[in-house]
């Protein structure tokens, strides 16, 4: 099943029916969920689903001792509770629609590729990192790291959608390669970081030190920022005609798009020239 993101968002409104899996009990012992996916277990009785493997600390246990799982339609692969210490929700996730009703752990999305994933809650660090396709709505903050490269790597995200309606950390879009981040909160220092092409729009204020090494890519900043880095030059004043487009599709997905974002005009700064020097930052410029 394929989900577009407007029709998510109202079935996130209205409730879905799937496979719920209920956290028994919230702890400090990391719970990992690698390859419970909506492809493997929509269409699985509740005692198939049970006994599949996952990982809990160091051992490896049954799925049906750490969550309480209930049936109740084939729509989504729906995740409930204090989750921070659940890691790995819709890891290398290529379709469905996969709901978490809470606060989630870290490595969500890691290597999505496809499918729709809804957080109502927050973010650990190192969510989304090297995803290449689908969409991830959050419902909350996420922290540091969303949508970066993993550990040794240097491309981040490769591609789809990640809405925060909320605030990010820092590094947000560190190594971004393809695809759009779109954040209605602020946004930490070093967003966009090594950025290698994609975009990233920030609703709010941008935290210190955007863009820093990036080689392509756009940065836009509506909430404005107190300082671009010396690397990056003005260029002008204008008003993107291809922004219009991003703004106009960002407020169908629900973010708050005035007539001043639409019209602009923006200061356009190029850059890293410490770096290939091919990226911008956009910011609005309010009077």
Request: aromatic share 6%; glycine share 16%; with cysteine.
């Amino acid at each position: 099943m394929q989900s577009c993101a407007l029709c998510t968002l109202a079935r996130t409104v209205s409730g879905s029916k799937g496979i719920t899996l209920r956290l028994k009990a919230s702890g400090t012992i990391p719970v990992e969920v690698d390859g419970i996916l909506p492809e493997t277990v929509l269409g699985l009785s509740v005692n198939e689903i049970c006994a599949l493997k996952i990982h809990a600390g160091k051992d490896v246990v049954e799925l049906g001792e750490v969550f309480d799982v209930t049936v109740d339609g084939n729509e989504a692969l729906i995740f409930e509770g204090d989750l921070r210490h659940v890691k790995h929700i819709g890891e290398n996730m290529t379709w469905g629609l996969v709901i978490v009703n809470g606060d989630a752990g870290m490595h969500l999305a890691q290597h999505m590729k496809g499918g729709t994933l809804v957080v109502n809650g927050n973010l650990e660090p190192r969510c989304c990192c090297e995803m290449s396709g689908g969409t991830v709505i959050v419902n909350g903050n996420a922290k540091a790291m969303l949508g970066s490269p993993l550990p040794g790597n240097n491309k981040g995200m490769r591609g789809g959608l990640i809405a925060v309606f909320g605030s990010v950390g820092s590094r947000a879009g560190e190594g971004m390669r393809r695809g759009l981040i779109a954040v209605s909160g602020d946004a930490g220092d070093f967003a966009g970081a090594n950025m290698i092409a994609g975009t990233m729009v920030v609703f709010g204020k941008m935290g210190l030190n955007a863009g820093g090494g990036m080689k392509r890519g756009s940065i836009v900043s509506l909430g404005g920022t107190e300082r671009v880095l010396p690397t990056f030059l003005y260029s002008c004043l204008y008003t993107p005609v291809y922004l219009k487009l991003y703004l106009k599709y960002l407020s169908d997905l629900g973010f708050a798009v005035t007539k001043e974002m639409l019209n602009g005009p923006y200061r356009r700064y190029a850059g890293d020239m410490s770096a290939l020097g091919k990226g911008e930052i956009l910011i609005l410029d309010k009077p």
